[in-house]
Each structure stands twice: as C-alpha cells, then as structure tokens.
C-alpha cells in the first residue's frame, strides 16, 4: 500500500481560483517536503515543514502540516499558468534518529495541477 | 552553475545491452540518491548513500548498480537492460540524509 497518499491525483481549476492539496500518511511524518514538477524536468523544491502546526508560505503558496504530523496541505492562492505541474509531497517515514538505513525520502503519486486562462 | 547535475538527458538502447549514467553535484552535500519515476509519474527511491557509503538499497534488481566515486558523485550501472527499465531515472543530493534534496534534470531511459 501507498505509505503517503495524496489528493486529487489531478486537478484543473480556472485562473484565479484558489486550489488545496493533500497529503497524508498513518505514520508519523519526520520532515514533510513539497516539490513542483514540470514535464519532462526535474523536481524543484518548494517548502520543507518539520514541526507540527508549522506554516510556511511563499509567494502564493502555503503549506501547513497538522499537530500530530501525519497530514499536510498545499494551498495555491489565485491560481496562475505559471502553478500548473505535478505537486510531489515527500517525507521521511522514519526517525532520523533511527539511522540513516532506515530514513528514506518517500514520495506520495503526485498530483497534476492544470489551471486554465 | 547547475548544482545537481546528470547525463546523459535522453538514453535509447537496446534490451540485454549495459549503460551507465552518471550524476555529479556542487553543492558539497554528504547524500545522494537515485530514484526511478515510472510512466505514471511516481516517484521511488533505489539508493541513497551518504559519504560514499551505501546506507539504502531498496528492492532492486542486481542489475542495478551505483558507484560512489567521491562524495560528489554517485553513477548507476545497469546491466542486461529489459524494456521495464524504461522509465526516468532522478538524481538527487542533500546535505545529510534528513533534510531536503535538490534534484538533478533526470534522464529518460528508453529500452527498445
């Protein structure tokens, strides 16, 4: 089964409209990392959350993960075509403490964000 | 200055023929990563190593294999290439294996 699961696997929403992603796993999330991915690119990466509550912003996008730090959200203010790509979430799934055999930077599917003029 | 980058881009071959592919980063991180993102976009990690040393080798064929050279460099071998290889294969590195990774452009492999 799919250790991070994220939501919609796809979107298209209309220039101007605000948009949320999701990401969510059952295990404790130990750093949660957002990415944007244009095609036939590689990952850029966007915003990295590691405490519970935390928030971060930039530009027009905010990302939160929750107190218990097994969900977090992407949040597109007034969408533009310059948005548009596939929206990665990756976390470690493990303490880093555990060692570094057993941290990973596991991904969720992606979603595929369209925003239309 | 690229920071993290691979070659060749775009690699076509032929199945049971070897190729390697190579990856080199700059901005002096202890970890780099190789990752396969398959034809439905997802993303998974193959192998991580921090400081030259292997510390993650997931489910891989044997045909599969990375050589660290050097801190800054981390190539991937693959033998007996089979079309279920086809796929794009991302480079990335941090600066410790807990914290964010800078991906390179990715080659897309294709085996014919």
């Known amino acids: 089964s799919q250790e991070l699961e994220q939501s919609p696997q796809s979107l298209i929403v209309q220039e101007g409209k605000n948009l949320t992603i999701n990401c969510t796993s059952s295990?404790?999330?130990?750093?949660l990392y957002w990415y944007k991915q244009k095609y036939g690119e590689g990952l850029i990466f966007l915003m990295m959350?590691?405490?519970?509550?935390e928030e971060k912003s930039h530009e027009k996008i905010t990302a939160k993960l929750d107190e218990k730090k097994q969900q977090s959200s992407l949040h597109i203010t007034a969408s533009q075509p310059s948005h548009a790509g596939i929206y990665l979430c990756?976390?470690?799934?493990?303490?880093?403490?555990?060692?570094?055999?057993?941290?990973?930077?596991?991904f969720g599917k992606g979603t595929l964000l369209t925003v239309n003029p | 200055d690229t920071a993290v980058s691979q070659t060749p881009k775009y690699l076509v071959t032929q199945m049971g023929n070897d190729k390697s592919i190579k990856c080199e980063q700059n901005?002096?991180?202890?970890?780099m990563y190789w990752y396969k993102q398959d034809s439905k976009k997802f993303l998974k990690i193959m192998f991580s190593?921090?400081?030259?040393?292997?510390?993650i080798n997931e489910t891989v064929p044997n045909r599969f294999s990375p050589k660290s050279p050097d801190k800054a460099h981390l190539n991937l071998h693959i033998n007996s290439l089979e079309l279920g290889d086809s796929a794009v294969y991302f480079c990335?590195?941090?600066?410790?294996?807990?914290?964010?990774?800078?991906f390179g452009q990715g080659t897309r492999l294709t085996v014919v």
């Open positions: 990335a590195s941090s600066p410790r294996y807990n914290t964010e990774a800078f």
């Open positions: 295990k404790t999330l130990y750093g």
């Open positions: 959350l590691q405490k519970g509550g």
């Open positions: 990756g976390a470690g799934l493990n303490s880093p403490d555990s060692g570094g055999s057993n941290y990973k930077l596991t």
């Open positions: 901005l002096g991180h202890d970890t």
């Open positions: 190593y921090n400081n030259k040393e292997l510390i």
